[in-house]
């Protein structure tokens, strides 16, 4: 089988298959530099002696606002602790708490502590660490590392392959396996501004798109409130911990502005601090809020946060004693294939785990630290799953098609890249609405235009063609949607519609992918079995 992803979700799946499979692992860059490496606050479980899955099940929907699917939740839930001690044998450290259990701390809208991390604010990295020193030692599972993956291979209603170029030669190859795994992750870079590594394009859910399978919820992308802001240097998460152990948000005033905002002040959900953050730099002054640790102590703070800690003090800041410029900045994707619990999706043959899949599990707007937590058990479950059915014939797929091998275009991509994000982070950011919305697509569509005219199939313009693809139906999923809910905020329509509630958008185009068709799904959005 081919697994597409080398985040928590890919990994897991891979090093849960029975040993001695043959996998096939796709990374996009060097092993070890997913967007999982990037995570900072950690891992949401219900592992401390005060907490329970059905006391993360309700802080998980709540923040979901009307559109989490209750059952993936609980699976979600439930599954959370035999999750981490699967990632506690694997070799992952946790910073240790009290009675030699993992430390807990506090994010934004957990009624308790429970988000487990490691070397403070490099939980990702340690999980990312440990994973990797298994999968290299692991019998059976190659790696194609800086390889990135162009399209779906279709045939007799299967996905029965994967067409995988390699960044160095630019060779390009079909991989045929009876199950193919996506787990390339989210969007982020659709935006100007992000926390997501550069890998971050949106590449699985453009893939699945051409391939006709269904995706969903697109109109939902999570702005982190604190990314540092500082005019020259490039976005650096300021996790959301940092306000978890009590640092203050200030604007140009010295003003707590968020305590006349939210019962839960800096502590509110995402979205809401987002907004409120937004809100506070619209103005003619400086394009950032302020994060204050100054109240702080020091020294546990340095101890807390010593990733953060270091990357200040490149720019001259000091964690504890300066005012830290902050601004949202695109994050997560909580839209993508429309995947069950194991992954399975509307193509037979295909399945989706983390972040590139729409679950259900965070609705409209995702619990912090539930990420890692959904890449981890659902790729789990994914690999049990096809560990327990007996893997189906290779389908007949087409060869890779000849326009793949065609040379790259002379075109200057890094302008239609610019421009995209540009248009993006313009119009289809924080607020939005339907006069930015429209413009966005204008400018975006003839973006489309012009590189439909090119025959390039470079890495970058391949790339490129899915952010644009992804940009389109995220603004024509969040054009339709005329309301506010969780982090999709319409200034034209700012109340929530009670009779949106459970109201996913879920979108279907052809296996050409040429017509998109559009449908409402009140019921369950998962496929929860047929898939193998
Ligand atoms: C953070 O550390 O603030 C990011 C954690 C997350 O997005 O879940």
């Known amino acids: 089988m081919v697994i597409v992803g080398a985040g ?33 606050g950690g891992l949401a479980a219900a592992v401390g002696a005060d907490d329970s899955p059905t006391l993360h099940f309700a802080d998980t929907m709540a923040a979901g606002a009307g559109l989490c699917d209750a059952d993936a939740v609980s699976s979600l839930v439930e599954s959370g602790p035999e999750a981490v001690r699967w990632l506690l044998a694997q070799g992952t450290r946790f910073d240790p708490g009290e009675h030699e259990q993992p430390a807990l701390g506090r994010e934004a809208a957990h009624g308790r502590n429970r988000v487990l991390h490691a070397g403070g604010d490099a939980t990702g990295a340690e999980i990312e660490r440990s994973l990797v020193a298994q999968i290299r030692a692991r019998p059976g599972v190659t790696v194609r590392e800086r390889s990135t993956a162009l399209d779906l291979l279709v045939g007799d209603g299967r996905c029965g392959g994967v067409i995988v170029q390699d960044f160095a030669t ?45 995706v969903a919820d697109l109109e939902f992308t999570q702005f982190h409130p604190t990314v540092l802001a500082l005019p020259d240097a490039p976005p650096f998460l300021i996790s959301e911990a940092v306000r978890g152990e009590g640092a203050y948000l200030r604007n140009g005033r010295g003003e707590r502005f968020m305590v006349a905002t939210h019962p839960l002040a800096e502590l509110a959900p995402r979205d809401i601090v987002a907004r409120a953050i937004q809100r506070e730099i619209a103005g003619p002054n400086e394009p950032y809020v302020s994060l204050d640790l100054r109240h702080l102590d020091a020294l546990r703070m340095a101890e807390r946060f010593p990733t953060i800690a270091a990357h200040l003090a490149r720019y001259g800041l000091d964690l504890t004693r300066d005012l830290l410029p902050v601004a949202p900045a695109a994050h997560y994707f909580m839209g993508g294939i429309v995947a069950g619990t194991a992954g399975e999706t509307s193509l037979p043959g295909l399945r989706a785990i983390g972040e590139v899949s729409c679950t259900g599990v965070h609705g409209a707007n995702r619990l912090a630290s539930n990420s890692l937590l959904e890449g981890l058990v659902f790729g789990l479950n994914a690999a049990d799953h096809i560990a327990g059915n007996r893997l189906p014939d290779l389908v007949d797929v087409p060869r890779a098609a000849s326009r793949y091998f065609r040379p790259p275009s002379a075109e200057d991509v890094a302008t239609w890249r610019h421009d995209l994000r540009a248009a993006m982070s313009l119009d289809v950011a924080v607020v939005r609405d339907a006069t930015g919305l429209d413009r966005a697509s204008t400018s975006i569509a003839r973006l489309a235009e012009r590189m439909a005219c090119t025959d390039a199939t470079a890495p970058e313009v391949a790339e490129l063609r899915n952010m644009t693809l992804l940009a389109l139906v995220i603004i024509a999923a969040a054009r339709r949607r005329e309301e506010s809910r969780g982090s999709h905020f319409r200034s034209d329509f700012p109340d929530t519609a009670p009779e949106m509630d459970g109201q996913h958008q879920l979108l279907l185009t052809t296996s050409d992918g040429q017509r998109l068709t559009y449908g409402r799904l009140s019921v369950a959005l998962s496929p929860r079995s047929g898939t193998s």
């Open 8 to 40: 928590i979700a890919g990994l897991a799946c891979a090093l849960r298959l029975p040993e001695g499979r043959r996998v096939a692992l796709v990374s996009k860059g060097a092993l070890g530099e997913s967007n999982t490496r990037y995570a900072q």
């Open 170 to 214: 630019g060779h390009v190859t079909a991989l045929r396996a009876p199950v193919i795994v996506l787990a390339n992750g989210g969007a982020g870079q659709l935006w100007a501004v992000t926390s997501n590594p550069p890998a971050a394009t949106g590449d699985g859910v453009a893939m699945a798109m051409r391939a006709g399978v269904a």
